[in-house]
């Protein structure tokens, strides 16, 4: 379980910018989270804050009990490591390297054992239906097939928790029902997803919508009612 109490963020630059205010958020184990907001609104920061890429500026965080907010920066980087997986609007693979080969990449920084590793990847890639794929570099992969090789990437560690960050925002129509349609999947074996997302579809699948709003998080019923 992730449990955000109070927490805000500033970024100090030649303004100061508030971030994040006093966001109160409960994510329970197995639970689908959608995140919805304009641009600016902070929702990249919320995300950076949940998978311990970044710190809040004021206000706690627990994950399974434990007060990650006071934990050094070398043991918040092996509990991201064991814990989390994320995936962002650009898929981030590394452009020399085959689909197999980004997909184990994590892997090896786990010293996860050659054959192992290349076990687990194969496993996702086909799961993913990228079966045909696998010796395939990114650029000879299409949108929706570099996604899947990142969301597979994300997935091989086996994380507990899966932290997307607008996944779809950069594919059609049909890349983005293959991917919805991977994350209902997911989330019906029980995976925990926090899904940043502008597409209303995509939100409506995840078992409950947050909304944030010039920092500000409300259900989205109640930020709903308020936009009138
Ligand atoms: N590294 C940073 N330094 C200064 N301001 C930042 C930084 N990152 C984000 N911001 C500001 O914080 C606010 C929220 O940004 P962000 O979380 O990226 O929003 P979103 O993902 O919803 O578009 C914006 O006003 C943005 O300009
Ligand atoms: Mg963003």
Redesign the pocket.
């Known amino acids: 379980m992730m449990m955000l109490e109070e927490v805000s963020k500033f970024?100090r630059?030649r303004r100061e910018?508030l971030?994040l205010s006093s966001v109160n958020l409960t994510v329970e184990d197995g639970q689908f989270v959608a995140v919805v907001?304009?641009?600016?609104?902070?929702?990249?920061?919320?995300m950076n804050i949940l998978g311990l890429l970044d710190r809040p500026s004021s206000g706690g965080y627990w994950i399974d009990g434990q007060d990650v907010a006071r934990w050094s920066d070398a043991r918040l980087a092996k509990l991201r490591n064991r814990t989390i997986g994320f995936v962002f609007q650009s898929f981030n693979l590394v452009p020399t390297l085959s689909a197999r080969e980004n997909v184990e990449l994590p892997l090896v920084y786990r010293n996860m054992p050659p054959r192992e590793r290349r076990v687990a990847a194969e496993h996702w890639l086909v799961r993913l239906g990228l079966e045909h794929r696998m010796e395939y570099r990114p650029s000879e992969l299409s949108g929706g097939q570099q996604q899947r090789v990142a969301l597979a990437r994300a997935l091989a560690s086996n994380p507990k928790i899966l932290l997307a960050?607008e996944p779809t925002g950069n594919l059609d129509d049909t890349s983005t029902r293959d991917i919805m349609h991977i994350f209902e999947q997911l989330h019906g074996q029980g995976q925990t997803i926090v899904l940043?997302t502008h597409d209303a579809r995509f939100a409506a699948v995840a078992d409950r919508i947050v909304a944030?709003e010039r920092?500000v998080l409300r259900p989205e019923a109640e930020a709903a009612s308020h936009a009138n």
């Open positions: 970024y630059g910018t971030a907001g304009a641009s600016g609104s902070g929702k990249s920061t919320l960050d940043i944030l920092g």
